[in-house]
Each structure stands twice: as C-alpha cells, then as structure tokens.
C-alpha cells in the first residue's frame, strides 16, 4: 500500500502528460456550433441569377439539402466549386448563401464556373451569415427533412469531407425518415 | 519658401489623419453611457474567426460585422446579458473570452481550488502525521532515560565504580 502512494505521482503525471499530448494534435479552429440541432433562421433576401425573386426559408425545399456560404473573394470557394458540382450532379439540392459578395462579380463567377446552386440568397450585408453564425467561407450546412441543422463544416468540402461528415448523417437522415413514414 | 512648407505638412497632417480615420469605424451612439458599454462588451467577446483576440482588437470582416451588430442592439436598448445571449446563441460559449460556469467548466473553475485543498490537506496530515511520531520518541525516549533497567543500572554502577 505504502509503496503504491509513492507511484501515485509518477501515474497522475502520466495520465497528465497523455492528456496533454492528445491536446497537442486537436484542431483548435474547429470550433462547435452553436446551431446543430436548430432549425434554419428565417431570412428573405433577393438572389444572386434571379433578378426580382425574393427568396425566404420557405423556398428551401428537399428531403435534405445542402446550405453553402460562399464568395467570390473566398479563395477556398474556387477549389471548392467542382465538389459542389458533384454532388448537386448527384441528386442533392444545394443553396448557395452569397456572402457579403459584389452582384457582378457573383453572377460572373457562377456563368462562368457553372452554377451547383438551386438558387444562390444574395446576403450583401451578412445577416443571414450572421444568424447562421457564419465567420468566413466557405461553409456548409447539411439541414434535414424538417429544417434543422444537421452539421455546420466550416471548410472546403472535398470527396473526403464528404465522406466523412456528410454521408454518415445523410444515411441517418434518410433512416429516420424512412421511420417516421412507417 | 516658408509658406510651401507648411501648405505640405498641413496637408500631410490631413492626408494621414484621413488614412487614420478611415481604418476605425466610428459610431455616433445616442448616450455617452453606451459608448462605455459598447467598449467593455467588445473586450469580452472574442472574434469567432481569429481566436485570440477579441472584437475591440481585430479588423477582420466578421468583427467588424459583430461590433456593429453590437452597436445596433444597445441602440435598440437591449442589455449586456440580451447582446452576450444573441451572440453565444450564434456563435457558442466559443465567443466568450470568460467562460460560463457550468457542469463543463467546473473543473476548470474550481479545479485549482479543489487542488489547493487537496494539496494543504496533505501536507496538514503529512506535519501531523511527523510531530506526533516525533512526540511518542520523545516520550518513550524519556521513559527509558528516566527508568534504568536493573541491567543498565549495574553497568551504569560499574563503570562509575561505585560497586558495592
């Protein structure tokens, strides 16, 4: 017993030391977001491509979609674009959030990049950024069949990305509404 | 000569107070006590894109949008706990340079404290623990100073020679 407290310090500094090692290789920028779980603030905005269309929550239809910040200053946005292609390609709806954006330059962007998006909320001054708590793009929002926030990634979606945050919970998705309907 | 000089240094007083002006936004707030208020809630709330500084410090994009985001809703009259709650409710517990107290943050509150007492307590048992086993060799080295044994006595005579 006596020899065992005399380890007692040399086991806490282990297990202190492992801990911190651990903290060592955590990404400090990834950051929880306060919105997984809510549902998607209101907000009525023009869009980027349909001239006189005011587009609000409402419009924003699907059994899941996709909500995607993006600018036309985001460098990260451009390498971004083709994996949103992709998966617009593949069946999921996409809206994109045009933040603190210049008209042209967006309209541009999207004629000459193709446009992934069902429709792009031109969000000049940020608000629905801001009630998204959005701080930067590119970001996307995976939101379900009943408007609530899924998963919030700040970051370029890639095929890994893509695999890994996004499908497992679009599997979910699609399993608790297959429940719901039975 | 003279009067050449001075038109280019007033105008470079006025070229570098444009530059200084146009980098910090400027609000007309509608009480001086506001002023106060907005100054504090931009110490305490941190930039949600640059980490370590808060939103007095940065100039990103998104802390500029928060300060005057801040400055609307203390112009519409809502209180500092109103502003905080708006904010962590976009933004997490992240944007609070002061983390809450609650069940997550407990240990990090009270955790220096609770090893502070950890610590004393251990090191009042260890002081005890020493002085009473120090008393009770004192006392029993007392005893057999007091007591000889008829042993030790003998030998004690013998060698103060007294023997009878």
Not at chain 2, 3 to 14: D, K, N
Not at chain 2, 65 to 70: F, P, Q
Request: charged share 20%; glycine share 6%; proline share 4%.
């Amino acid at each position: 017993m006596k020899r065992f407290v005399l380890f007692l310090p040399l086991i806490l500094f282990i297990g202190l030391g492992a801990f911190l090692y651990k903290g060592l290789f955590l990404n400090p920028k990834a950051m929880p977001s306060a919105l997984e779980g809510q549902p998607v603030p209101q907000f009525k905005l023009l869009t980027v491509t349909q001239g006189d269309r005011v587009v609000t929550k409402a419009d924003l239809v699907g059994d899941y979609y996709l909500l995607n910040v993006w600018a036309t200053w985001c460098a990260a946005c451009k390498a971004e674009h083709p994996y949103l292609l992709d998966i617009a390609r593949s069946g999921v709806p996409i809206y994109g959030i045009n933040y603190k954006d210049d008209l042209d330059a967006a309209s541009q962007w999207l004629s000459h990049y193709k446009d992934p998006y069902q429709f792009s909320a031109f969000d000049v001054n940020g608000q629905l950024g801001l009630n998204l708590g959005v701080y930067g793009a590119p970001e996307t929002f995976l939101v379900d069949h009943q408007g609530i926030i899924r998963l919030r990634y700040a970051g370029v979606v890639d095929t890994r990305s893509w695999k890994v945050k996004f499908m497992p919970l679009i599997e979910d998705i699609k399993r608790e509404m297959a429940e719901s309907k039975a | 000569m003279k009067i050449v000089l001075m038109i280019v240094t007033s105008l470079m007083m006025m070229l570098s107070y444009n530059a200084l002006a146009s980098s910090v936004d400027t609000y007309q707030f509608s009480k001086p006590e506001y002023e106060a208020r907005f100054h504090d809630l931009n110490k305490i709330l941190r930039c949600p894109k640059c980490q370590n500084q808060n939103l007095a410090d940065s100039n990103s994009m998104i802390s500029q949008d928060l300060r005057k985001e801040v400055f609307r809703m203390m112009e519409e009259g809502r209180s500092n706990d109103q502003i905080i709650e708006f904010m962590v409710m976009r933004y997490g517990d992240f944007v609070l340079y002061k983390p809450k107290v609650d069940k997550v943050t407990y240990f990090l509150w009270y955790g220096p404290i609770g090893f502070g007492v950890l610590g004393l307590l251990i090191l009042i048992t260890v002081v005890v623990r020493q002085r009473s086993k120090r008393t009770a060799n004192d006392d029993t080295q007392q005893e057999s100073n007091d007591h000889l044994s008829a042993q030790e006595q003998q030998a004690l005579d013998k060698i103060l020679g007294n023997e009878k």
